[in-house]
């Protein structure tokens, strides 16, 4: 690039500029322009930056220059093939380090291990302060073999006494990623003691205690890196977690804190601060700290998060809105599509229920609890063909699915048919929950439709009081039985707490006699 800008310049300044142009200046004039629009082209990663090299080479085709970049176009477009024709620039002249080092890379695309490890060694004594290049060679030495890596490092480390922290560092982090821990740490510290003031060993020492459990170990190298300011939200949260661990739950906070000051982002700082804000009863600000997350956009379950904390604050519509925004966000989310479809049922709004529900079991059809919803759902619009096909299935899957048999015992004598089925399925649910309240009740609404009206309320007379003020339709049920029994006095309380609930007891209230 530098030599084309000169070339403009001196024409800028040569006699007679803006008279035309000769042939060989026209020519220069297309190369420089040309040049300049791959060079463009390769700035904004756009895909024709290899076609536009290409076009620039036709006009100079010995470009030593434009053929390494041609090269290295096509390793980051991941095309190494389409390098192949230019390789020859390395047999061009004299070679820099950058020759060699795109040279390296090549071989090393390649898996041509011995020709990328001459490359990038090339490469290191022309420039041996590279540390780019240090890293390249100390891969493709580690790809070979680590012993035979170390070997090559240390010899490395004895003619470049100013690289030997840095090769240090890359020796722990080489028997690091071997698992070979007590060598990452020996050779850390050797770092460490040449260059204190270096963060890259002591981070280094630092994930090696992580690994191995030595939690507070790594959090005494990460607050020395905090004292000598190289901090990160990396690795002040990962010093929160400790605290965490260590259950000091004010430290922990005021260390995900920092990380979320460094970066606003940090996906760890916004679980953990959503948590605690959560445990305080803080759900605007946990929603908040959600909200931040780097990964808020793709993170279903965050989405789902922040839709119980709005059901929390008593915000259902808000709530309801977050879970239909993302069903169409993650599309195919299994429990994105679950607890949206829940929530359309709170919301009375069944027939799109069922279609979630529908479309979620298509995928999923061994999800025995969102069939079960699916089969309330179907209840609730009245389409007793299909609910009984969906129980059918949830009990053929699992004879032992309590809700499902007391559900279908329930709607039949809801529908009052087939009222010995009715009876053998909660028959067969209070086996397994005899003391379930719901059951209990179910037992005794079928008593009532078999005209045993006793016997029902001897059933409903065993649930507490607690539970049946809390639920407006056994409140009914009770009602129903009293006023079958010619109990009226009796009766007129449940009808009376039923009767702005369900239609069914304000009918049965109006037949009451009149009081005294």
Known sequence: MKHFLVFVFCLAVLPGWGLSLNAQSKQEARLFNQFLKAVYTQRADSPKAFAELEKALQLTPDSKYLKRMLVSQALTDNTPEKAEPYLNFIEQGENDAEDWLVYGAYQLKKNNLPEAEKAYQKALELDTDNIRVLYQYVLVLSLMNVDKAVDKLLVLAEEY????????????????????????????????????????????????????????????????????????????????????????????????????????????????????????????RAIGYLKDSADYNRSASK???????????????????????????????????????????????????????????????????????????????????????????????????????NLYAYSLAERNIRLADAQEYIARALALYPDENAFIDTQAWIYFKQGKYQQAADMLSALSAEFVQSDAEISYHLGAVFFALGDYETARPYLQSARQTIKAAAKLYDKLPKQK
């Not at 890259?200 to 300011?229: A, C, D, I």
Request: charge should be negative; aromatic fraction near 14%.
């Open 161 to 284: 006494p100013d690289l030997a922290p840095s090769i240090y560092t890359e020796i722990g982090s080489l028997y690091y990623d071997n698992r070979r821990m007590d060598k990452a740490v020996a050779y850390f510290d050797k770092a460490i003691r040449l260059a204190p003031d270096d963060p890259n060993p002591r981070l280094g020492k630092g994930e090696v205690y992580e690994k191995t459990s030595q939690y507070f170990l790594m959090l005494h190298e990460f607050e020395e890196l905090e004292k000598m300011g190289y901090a990160n939200a990396g690795t002040l949260s990962r010093m929160a977690s400790v605290y965490l661990m260590a259950n000091d739950l004010p430290k922990a906070e005021a260390y995900f804190l920092k990380a979320k000051a460094d970066d606003n982002g940090d996906v760890p700082s916004a679980y953990f601060l959503a948590l605690l804000a959560e445990q305080r009863g803080d759900f605007p």
């Open 303 to 405: 989405w789902l998060q922040v839709s119980f904390y709005l059901q929390r604050l008593n915000q259902p519509e808000e709530s309801l809105k977050t879970l239909a925004e993302a069903y169409k966000k993650f599309d195919g989310n299994v429990e994105i599509a679950y607890f949206y479809a829940l929530a359309l049922n709170d919301h009375q709004a069944y027939k799109k229920a069922a279609q979630v529900f529908k479309k979620l079991l298509e995928t999923n059809p061994s999800y025995e609890e969102a069939r079960l919803q699916y089969a309330f759902t179907l209840d609730s619009l009245k389409k007793y063909r299909e609910l009984d096909a969906q129980l059918e299935i949830l009990l053929e899957q699992n004879p032992k699915n309590a809700p499902a048999l």
